[in-house]
C-alpha cells in the first residue's frame, strides 16, 4: 500500500511539472491503449496487454497511468474531444447547412470505426450518464453540451437561412435524433461489416435529409 502511494505521488508530482518529455510517453501510453482497446476490447484488455504494444513491463506504466481505467478515460475523452472540435469546426464553415449536417452524420459514424469498439462502450455503458463527482466527468459532460450545441446550430443555421424545414421548437429534438441514429448503432455495427463508417453514414444523412417516402412525380 505504501509502495502504491508513492507511485501516484510521483505520478502527480510529474504530471504537475508539465515535463515534455513525460507528457510525450504518456501520450504514447495512450495512444498504444487505444490499439489493444480497439483490437481486445475494454474488457478483454489488461495493462499488461498495453505495456507489451510499446515493449515495457507492466510495473513501469504506473508512473504514468493509475490503470486501465484511466487509460480508457484518457482515449474516449481524447474521442470525444475530437468529435466536439469536428462539430464546431463545421459550425464555423463557409457551406450550407444541408453540407454541414450531411459531413456531420458521415464523420460521427467514420469517427465509431475509427474508434471501435471503445467509443461504443461510452456510448452504451451507463457511464454517459455521468455526475459531476469526478474532474474526469465534468470535462466529458462540458464536452457533451458543446457537442450537442454544436449540432443545434448548425440546425439553427438551417433554420435562419432557410434551407432547412423544421419548426425552432424542434431544434432540440431534431439533434437528439440524429445523434440518436448515430449511436444506436452501437447495437449492431462491426468494422467486418461490408459497409464503412462513411457509407453508413452517407445513408443516415440521406435518410435525414432526403427524407424516406418517395416524391410525387
Known sequence: MAEESDIAQRRALARSIGDPEYR???????SAAARVFRRKGFRAAKLQDIAKEIGKDRASLYYYTSGKD???QDVVAEAVRKNVEMVEQLYKEKISSIEKLRALVVQLMESYEAHYPYLFVYVQEPMTHLDDSTEWSRMMIALQ?????????IIRQGLEDGSLNVPQENVRLIA???IGMCSWSHR???P???SSGKQ???VFADA?????AKKAD
Open 176 to 178: 437528439n435524433a440524429i
Open 188 to 190: 449492431w455495427y462491426h
Open 208 to 212: 435525414i435529409l432526403n427524407g424516406l
Open 145 to 153: 453540451r458543446r457537442f450537442d450545441e454544436g449540432i443545434r446550430g
Open 24 to 30: 510525450l510517453r504518456r501520450e504514447e501510453i495512450i
Open 200 to 202: 453508413i453514414g452517407t
Open 192 to 194: 467486418t461489416d461490408t
Open 70 to 72: 484511466e487509460l480508457f
